[in-house]
């Protein structure tokens, strides 16, 4: 099993940065795909960004592509999202969701684990 603490959310204007950060416990956190989705009030869960075991390989929601950045520290446990050029629509819960076995990295039925979510707000 694996617990997942998110941090890093906050209110920043259009056109700001983020990082989130996301803490994993146990011991083998390199053996979990981590992602990140997202939750805006009256609106679905929907996927950000999503990165392999390794870090090799990474995937983005075209809503995001060549603004975030997903990234992991495997001795440290943590996975972070880089959020630039920040938006209004970008304004949502950010949840961090791990699994050992992921065939579809968009999708949030593929992840067991998750966090309680970090806030962020982007004003216009």
């Known amino acids: 099993q694996v617990q997942l603490v998110e941090s890093g959310g906050g209110l920043v204007q259009a056109g700001g940065s983020l990082r989130l950060s996301c803490a994993a416990s146990?011991?083998?956190?390199?053996?979990?795909?981590m992602g990140w989705f997202r939750q805006a009030p009256g609106k679905e869960r929907e996927f950000v960004a999503a990165?392999?075991?390794?870090?090799?390989?990474?995937y983005y929601a075209d809503s995001v592509k060549g603004r975030f950045t997903i990234s992991r520290d495997n001795p440290k446990s943590t996975v972070y999202l880089q959020m630039n050029s920040l938006k209004p629509e970008d304004t949502a819960l950010y949840y961090c969701?791990?699994?050992?076995?992921?065939?579809?990295?968009?999708?949030?039925?593929?992840?067991?684990?998750w966090g309680q979510g970090t806030q962020v707000t982007v004003s216009s």
């Open positions: 969701a791990a699994d050992q076995v992921v065939r579809t990295t968009s999708s949030p039925n593929e992840y067991a684990y």
């Open positions: 146990g011991r083998t956190f390199s053996r979990y795909v």
């Open positions: 990165i392999s075991w390794s870090g090799g390989s990474t």
